[in-house]
T-cell receptor, first 112, second 117 residues
């Protein structure tokens, strides 16, 4: 089976940098994804890492270490609009079917 | 514009009633999913379908049923057997293949919020 762990809450101030960690346990690894969800809204895709290293997309970066079963999402130059929940997710191919399993989410609060 | 449409956005149900949540996509995606989200919680997979006329149970399928008669549509029925159905329900779709543009990138609908009275 699959399981993911991430902190439940993170707080930061505008302009700062914050890192949201995710550790996972999988029977087979096929990539780590990150999604953002604002209150009452739908999750939206942020990034995906299949290989070790850092992927950068504007103010957001995502890192993966497959040997440590660990990844993180790095948010730079924080803005108030970044206040949201962030979910890491892994793909599960057990039983020959392809589905995405999500962590419980990290609620980020950005303060002035 | 392509996307996923869920309806209704809000739904109230009396105990003992079945309700059906609609999910339609025009992204030409093969795979579709239903997730349930409770307040302050993550997304838990209810059912998923990789292709028309085929679907699989997720982690919390008890009390739910689905059908996939058309590629574009994946309705979810919340039956009276679901003991605690009040939740936010999210439908999503993706391509079948992996990678950044494939199965790891889910597009979600705006969600349906079900409340049992």
């Amino acid at each position: 089976g699959q399981s993911l762990e991430q902190p439940s809450e993170v707080t930061a101030v505008e302009g700062a940098i914050v890192q949201i960690n995710c550790t996972y346990q999988t029977s087979g690894f096929y990539g780590l994804s990150w999604y953002q969800q604002h209150d009452g809204g739908a999750p939206t895709f942020l990034s995906y890492n299949a290989l070790d290293g850092l992927e950068e997309t504007g103010r957001f970066s995502s890192f993966l270490s497959r040997s440590d079963s660990y990844g993180y999402l790095l948010l730079q130059e924080l803005q108030m609009k970044d206040s949201a929940s962030y979910f890491c997710a892994v793909r599960d191919l057990s039983g020959g079917y392809n589905k995405l399993i999500f962590g419980a989410g990290t609620r980020l609060a950005v303060h002035p | 514009d392509g996307g996923i449409t869920q309806s209704p956005k809000y739904l109230f149900r009396k105990e003992g009633q079945n309700v059906t949540l609609s999910c339609e996509q025009n992204l030409n995606h093969d795979a579709m999913y239903w997730y349930r989200q409770d307040p302050g919680q993550g997304l838990r997979l209810i059912y998923y379908s990789q292709i028309v006329n085929d679907f699989q149970k997720g982690d919390i399928a008890e009390g739910y049923s689905v059908s996939r008669e058309k590629k574009e549509s994946f309705p979810l029925t919340v039956t009276s057997a679901q003991k605690n159905p009040t939740a936010f329900y999210l439908c999503a779709s993706s391509a079948r293949s992996g990678g950044v543009s494939g199965a790891n990138v889910l597009t979600f609908g705006a969600g349906s919020r079900l409340t049992v009275l």
